[in-house]
């Protein structure tokens, strides 16, 4: 049973370009959830997902920020326009119930030049 | 919103001492999360847990709901323990997880 998967593992963008990042849950689990780890900085609940749902969005960014979790494919979350301040490490979790114990992706490395 | 507190936020010791990691929080929850953050960023779900204890191995779990602590302890530290504790608590239903921002745990050979 593979775990959480997350693509791509590192990611170089220049400001002003879009970012997207790839999240495949564990199988069986249906409830995704980001994450974002700033420099030198603890982690953020961004947003948690169930399939074509958004159920709690309080930690995303007013703008630029959005993600999803279709029927079929991974959850993405994309966020446009990138700044030098997004670089970070954003990490997805998936559990099988929500707000169950979670298991966490590698992370995707985010760089902003 | 919930504001959670670990201590110490750093911790040196030699392989063999038990070590104890503290979080506190400051609002009721339904569930705390003890993490652990390798070297390389990796993050590894150690425990969940809303009452009493739990023991995995070498790693014991303690909450206490009333005084609102939990305590992460190991036993017979080794070098290989040598990560970032992290505590997180949920007060369940649409509501994230709230981080602490983590114990750096370095265990000496």
């Known amino acids: 049973n593979a775990g959480v998967m997350q693509n791509p593992r590192h990611l170089v963008r220049r400001r002003g370009q879009e970012a997207r990042l790839r999240c495949s849950p564990m199988k069986g689990h249906s409830h995704v959830y980001w994450y974002r780890q700033l420099p030198e900085e603890g982690l953020k609940f961004m947003v948690y997902l169930q399939k074509e749902n958004i159920i709690d969005e309080s930690g995303m960014p007013k703008e630029r920020f959005s993600a999803e979790f279709p029927k079929e494919g991974p959850s993405i979350l994309r966020i446009q326009q990138v700044v030098r301040g997004d670089s970070a490490a954003y990490f997805c979790a998936s559990s099988p119930q929500g707000w169950y114990e979670q298991f966490f992706g590698p992370g995707t490395r985010l760089t902003v030049l | 919103k919930n504001e959670v507190e670990q201590s110490p936020q750093n911790l040196t010791a030699q392989e063999g001492e038990f070590i104890t990691i503290n979080c506190s929080y400051s609002?009721?929850?339904?569930?705390l999360h003890w993490l652990q953050q390798h070297p390389g960023g990796g993050i590894v779900s150690l425990f969940m847990?809303?009452?009493g204890k739990k023991k995995h191995g070498r790693l014991i779990a303690t909450i206490n709901i009333q005084e609102k602590h939990s305590s992460l302890h190991i036993t017979a530290s080794h070098p290989r323990d040598s990560a970032v504790y992290i505590c997180a608590v949920t007060g369940g239903g649409a509501d994230g997880l709230t981080f602490g921002k983590g114990t750096h745990l370095i265990i000496q050979p």
């Open positions: 609002v009721g929850i339904s569930a």
């Open positions: 847990l809303s009452s």
